[in-house]
């Protein structure tokens, strides 16, 4: 690759082999690696996270990898701010970024923006989830349309979600959400980014996800989440979303079986995959996807779309 400025992003599905293709990548190529997963961040939560190994970071440079305490909260905006000063830092050395992760929202705000939206206080928020849940989704639609006709255009009655943040939106904002959409511009050229992401067959997935579930164990994921739940963190915050924190939770409660719970794991994660395989097929058609069982093939691949 020339040395023209390149950011390449690889994204997948968890248990895809993501952190070992961004290793050897960033050998060839002369890169440094940023993470692109939520989870991921947090320096209490290791195993759980599957975090790269000390032998894997010693290989190459890794970047905002277990940088923030599970106590704090950390948004996919801090994120974007963090990630924009290591992409031209890197770049300074002559080297290439390579963003790599399985979360989603973060490499659409790195590639399209990320929409600058007034706060909205929580006492307001609750009130219209409150209105969602007396009316029902399909009431609720209706008068989301009525406020803010756009929504027709750009949502489909189902979205729970996104029928609330528009709805809150519109109703204490005055403005539209698909009016902020469209103000919204990116902090980089759409040229610079190299797409790919890693589109492993459902059963392979299935059973890398049960070999790493396992691992996880071996590896001390039991005392990992009691030093966690010691910690008794405000329930609200992101880092209790992390899969496994509750499934052990009740193992230790002797709620259930160690058998039981790694199901339980393995049930949760296949399901985190089968949503991030939907939001690849919602918000990343232009990228180019990759897949092989063997690393060295599937780095060839990469490679040839690189260049």
């Given at each position: 690759?020339?040395?023209?400025?390149k950011v390449?992003?690889?994204?997948?599905?968890?248990?895809?082999?993501?952190?070992?293709?961004?290793?050897?990548?960033?050998?060839?190529?002369?890169?440094?690696?940023?993470?692109?997963?939520?989870?991921?961040?947090?320096?209490?939560?290791?195993?759980?996270?599957s975090r790269?190994?000390?032998?894997?970071?010693?290989?190459?440079?890794?970047?905002?990898?277990?940088?923030?305490?599970?106590?704090?909260?950390?948004?996919?905006?801090d994120?974007?701010?963090?990630?924009?000063k290591?992409?031209?830092?890197?770049?300074k050395?002559?080297?290439?970024?390579?963003?790599?992760g399985?979360?989603?929202?973060?490499?659409?705000?790195?590639?399209?923006?990320?929409?600058?939206?007034?706060?909205?206080?929580?006492?307001n928020?609750l009130?219209?989830?409150?209105?969602?849940?007396?009316v029902?989704?399909?009431?609720?639609?209706?008068?989301?349309?009525?406020i803010?006709?756009l929504?027709?255009?750009?949502?489909?009655?189902?979205?729970?979600?996104?029928?609330?943040?528009?709805?809150?939106?519109?109703?204490?904002?005055?403005?539209?959400?698909?009016?902020?959409?469209?103000?919204?511009?990116?902090?980089?050229?759409?040229?610079?980014?190299?797409?790919?992401f890693?589109?492993t067959?459902?059963?392979?997935?299935?059973e890398?996800?049960?070999?790493?579930?396992?691992?996880?164990f071996?590896?001390?994921?039991?005392?990992?989440?009691?030093?966690?739940?010691?910690?008794?963190?405000?329930?609200?915050?992101?880092?209790?979303k992390?899969i496994?924190?509750?499934?052990?939770?009740?193992?230790?409660?002797?709620?259930?079986?160690?058998?039981?719970?790694?199901?339980?794991?393995?049930v949760?994660?296949?399901?985190y995959?089968?949503?991030?395989f939907?939001?690849?097929?919602?918000h990343?058609?232009?990228?180019?996807?990759?897949?092989?069982?063997?690393?060295?093939?599937?780095?060839?691949?990469?490679?040839?779309?690189?260049?």
């Amino acid at each position: 690759m020339d040395r023209e400025k390149k950011v390449i992003l690889l994204a997948g599905p968890t248990s895809s082999g993501k952190s070992k293709l961004a290793i050897k990548l960033a050998q060839y190529i002369k890169g440094e690696i940023i993470n692109a997963d939520s989870m991921q961040v947090y320096k209490e939560v290791e195993i759980l996270t599957s975090r790269p190994k000390s032998t894997d970071t010693k290989k190459t440079k890794h970047h905002l990898y277990g940088f923030i305490s599970v106590k704090n909260k950390f948004s996919t905006g801090d994120w974007l701010k963090t990630v924009i000063k290591k992409i031209n830092k890197i770049w300074k050395k002559d080297l290439t970024p390579i963003i790599v992760g399985g979360t989603g929202l973060y490499f659409k705000a790195l590639t399209e923006g990320l929409v600058n939206i007034p706060n909205i206080s929580n006492k307001n928020r609750l009130k219209v989830r409150k209105l969602q849940k007396k009316v029902g989704q399909k009431n609720f639609f209706k008068l989301l349309i009525k406020i803010d006709p756009l929504a027709k255009k750009f949502l489909i009655p189902t979205d729970v979600q996104r029928s609330l943040r528009a709805y809150e939106i519109k109703k204490f904002t005055n403005k539209s959400f698909f009016e902020f959409i469209k103000e919204t511009k990116p902090n980089f050229d759409k040229k610079v980014f190299i797409k790919m992401f890693i589109n492993t067959p459902r059963e392979i997935l299935k059973e890398k996800i049960e070999v790493r579930v396992e691992q996880m164990f071996k590896d001390g994921a039991v005392q990992e989440t009691k030093k966690f739940l010691k910690m008794k963190i405000n329930k609200e915050l992101s880092a209790n979303k992390i899969i496994g924190i509750n499934e052990i939770k009740g193992y230790l409660k002797g709620k259930t079986t160690l058998i039981r719970t790694k199901e339980l794991i393995n049930v949760k994660t296949r399901q985190y995959a089968k949503r991030q395989f939907t939001w690849a097929r919602g918000h990343m058609k232009s990228w180019k996807m990759v897949y092989s069982s063997d690393l060295n093939d599937l780095f060839k691949k990469s490679i040839n779309k690189i260049f």
